[in-house]
């Protein structure tokens, strides 16, 4: 392993709605239970336009280095740090990936048992560019209080950069809904990387029929390929009363026992509704930035409907998304996750190809570095 430099380039945002800069900031000294990686893929996330743009729930001091989704190869490990949280030993080298910092003492991590909830939650992405808490770096500083787990060795950094964010995400939401009957019908909102990973895990959950409505055909596609059974495409079918339509002719009128909100659009979640078939179950699971919204909470009661929300995972998450992948990697091309590999210095240009929907997950390629 080369040796560690005392700096390193970031990509960091100066101010809100800005280009992201980039500077050559210090490596932080190595604590106790820390870890040093070298950033091998940092993915960008539809949240990430949301916080690029101040757009989201929380708006941190300025300037920071962004990124929350990264894959990092063990440069440097902290006296302490052994082990990763499945108690596999951690050596120099290995690939890691990581959840954001819980403390696991507050009432809710040790109470309510949610961490995702947790007060003293420290993430990366937001953090300042002394701290070197963001994937969009040469190299990141993962604290001490971190739990990460290793990537296995069968699985490439394509397959796996999804897990950072949107498929631990969905991991974490599918297990609230306590299985999927045999046979359901599932319809999924949305065709980014939550609704792609919903779709694929409601087929592989035994769903009988799932539906992907969503856009462009480019995604819709790819929800093919991971076994979606019929597509919506918004584009085409722009009214939400002709996609009602399309949805009972094909569940025989009444509609899915379930419907995933995966879209982060407002709009969606009265759709939802509407379509979802009495006494169903509603996952919203995409909604990840403040909105308001118009909507009859009658239709809840009438139709006995279980909405459920869910934001956010833990580390065990991350670990079964990995192992899923693991497991699947030779039946669905979960690689074409990655829609365009971008060096670190074409982090706007990244950022902007995902805002205008060209890109699926474009990620930082930095293996080259």
Known sequence: ???????????????????????????????????????????????D???????????????YIMGHETIGRVVALGRGR????AEAPLHIG?????????????????????PMLCEHRIGYGMAPPEKLMGGFAEYEYVIPRTKVIKIPGSVTEEESIGVACAFRSVVAAFEKLNGIGTGDRVVVQGAGPVGLYSGLLAKESGAGKVIVVGAPAGRLELAKRWGADEVIDIDEHKDAAERLALIRDMTEGRGPELVVEASGYPPAFAEGVEMVQKGGRYLVAGMTSPAEMTFNPFLILAKNLQIIGSGGAIIPHFYKALRFIESRR????????????????DINQALLDMQSGHEIKPAIDNRGR
């Not at 052994?82 to 949280?85: E, G, I």
């Open 330 to 345: 030779e039946k669905y091309p979960l690689d074409a996750i990655v829609s365009k590999k971008y060096a670190l210095e």
């Open 94 to 114: 290995d690939r890691i990936i990581w959840a954001h910092a819980d403390c696991y003492e507050c009432y809710y991590c040790d109470i309510v048992r949610k």
């Open 1 to 47: 392993m080369a040796s560690i430099p005392h700096t390193c380039l970031a990509a960091v945002l100066p101010d809100y709605g800005a280009p992201l800069e980039l500077r050559e900031v210090q490596i932080p000294q190595l604590e106790d239970n820390a870890i040093l990686v070298k950033v091998e893929m940092a993915g960008i996330c539809g949240s």
């Open 82 to 85: 052994t082990h990763d949280a």
């Open 49 to 63: 336009l949301h916080i690029w743009h101040g757009k989201m729930g929380i708006k941190a001091p300025t300037p």
